[in-house]
Every structure is written in C-alpha cells, then in structure tokens.
C-alpha cells in the first residue's frame, strides 16, 4: 500500500474517491462521470437515495459496463424501515437495474436503524454477496460494537461514516479500521475545522484549504479514502491533487 492507493478487494484505487449526492442525469454529467474516470478517480460513492435515483442512473448510462479500474460504491437503507430484508432487496434490485450491471462492487447498509436488527438488514446483504450480486459489503455511521456484529455474518471491506477535521466523533473507529483492514471512507471530508493553520499551512504548501484537509484526512490514517462531492472537473483535479501534498508532523499536529 502506497500513499496514493488503496486496495479494495483485489482493486487498487486512487485514495481521493467522487461523492455523487447532487449527480443528476444530464449529458454534461454523463460526460463529467466518464472524465473523472480518465483522471484517475477509482472510487465513485452514490446511494439509492441520491437526486432520487438519478445519481446511480447516470453512473449506470456513463460506466456500464464498469471499468475494472472502478469501483462503484452504492448504499441502501437509508430512512427508517428500509432496513429491513423485504425493503433492502427491493433497494438492492432497483440499484443494480440502474447501474447497468449485474454486480455492486461494494453495497453500504446505509444506516442502522432500532426498527430492524442489524443482523436481518446485514443478513440480507450477505444474501446477495453470496448470491454473486454484491461483491463488497460495508457499513455507514457505525461504531466498532456494530461493525464487529456485523462482520460475524460477512466480511466487512468498508465503513463510511461522517468524519472531517472539525467533526472527529469517530476516532476509534477510524483506528480500529486501520488495525482490521477496513477501508475507512469519511463523508463530508471538506467541512470546516483547522482554524488559522489550514489556512497558513495552505498558503506554505501553495494550496487551497480544501487541498489541506483532505492531506490531513490521508495523513491522519493508512485506510483514509475521503469523497468529496462535486460537480467541476477543476475541483475534481484539485481534489485528486491533494494526494502530492505531504504533510510536515508539525503541520499534521497544528491541524489535529
């Protein structure tokens, strides 16, 4: 494992992914997925809520087929009593129709919810693994207790939860993933924190604020794969960039 790649099952991809939350299917979007791919991006993370469907059904009409080199990262289960086995297959089933494809490279539980059992919204994931139609499963907004139950159904290869420099509620979990194995995928990665430092240490570096917290987020963890979302091929360059920016253990410290 290098600085810049991470190994997702037997992939190795680009440690800054593509978050697809505001992907509408429009040409000039169809077109934007295809170049992010050219670039370098390895990791492209939509959900089955995302601009209500839209977002998997242009991944599905911009990839399809997937390129080897990809992964495409979709979740289900997100709103209260989705969890559940009867609802998640009807999830599961919607999403591979969008994708254009006959296997999910990796399927989160999008949340875990007290109506359902982590066990039933899991086992069902677990179903489809073997079944051949999810290649990966992970988890999103999970503790340590929780992934751990989980992982004595079916490998889990990632956890996304929300993490950023100001928001570090999930520490642990994020060093329990390095210590497992686990591919730690921090949502929202460019939210503020880091105050004066990220802006005088981005002016050091020659970079922007943005480009710093995501340096931050690769240096904080070997299993860091952040998603920053966005709709600009400039800003995707920027993001990709962040990669080359290493930070000093100083710098590193200030942030923290």
């Not at 050091?204 to 917290?213: D, E, N």
Request: charged residues 25%; glycine residues 10%; proline residues 4%.
């Amino acid at each position: 494992m290098n600085n810049t790649t991470l190994r997702i099952g037997d992939t190795d991809v680009a440690r800054i992914g593509l978050g697809t939350n505001r992907l509408t299917n429009t040409p000039e979007n169809i077109a934007f997925i295809r170049e992010a791919v050219e670039l370098g991006i390895g990791m492209i993370d939509t959900a089955y809520t995302y601009t209500g469907g839209q977002s998997e059904q242009t991944i599905g009409e911009s990839l399809s087929p997937i390129p080897e080199s990809c992964i495409v990262a979709t979740k289900g289960g997100y709103a209260p009593g989705t969890g559940r086995p009867e609802v998640l297959r009807t999830q599961i089933d919607e999403s591979l129709r969008r994708l254009k494809t006959d296997e999910i490279d990796l399927y989160y539980l999008h949340r875990v919810h007290e109506d359902t059992m982590l066990q039933d919204s899991v086992g069902t994931l677990a179903a489809y693994h073997d079944a051949g139609k999810i290649r990966h499963v992970g988890l999103s907004q999970v503790g340590i207790d929780q992934i751990e139950q989980a992982r004595e159904i079916v490998p889990i290869t990632a956890v996304q939860n929300h993490y950023n420099l100001s928001e570090r509620g999930r520490d642990e979990v994020v060093d329990h993933c390095a210590r497992e194995g686990i591919v730690f995928v921090p949502y929202f990665p460019l939210k503020g924190g880091g105050g004066r430092a990220v802006d005088e240490i981005a002016e050091h570096h020659g970079a922007t604020a943005a480009q710093i917290r995501l340096a931050w987020l690769l240096r904080r963890s070997p299993a860091t794969l952040p998603i920053p979302g966005t709709l600009s091929i400039q800003h995707l360059k920027e993001n990709l960039a962040a990669m080359e920016i290493e930070l000093t253990d100083a710098e590193f410290d200030a942030l923290s």
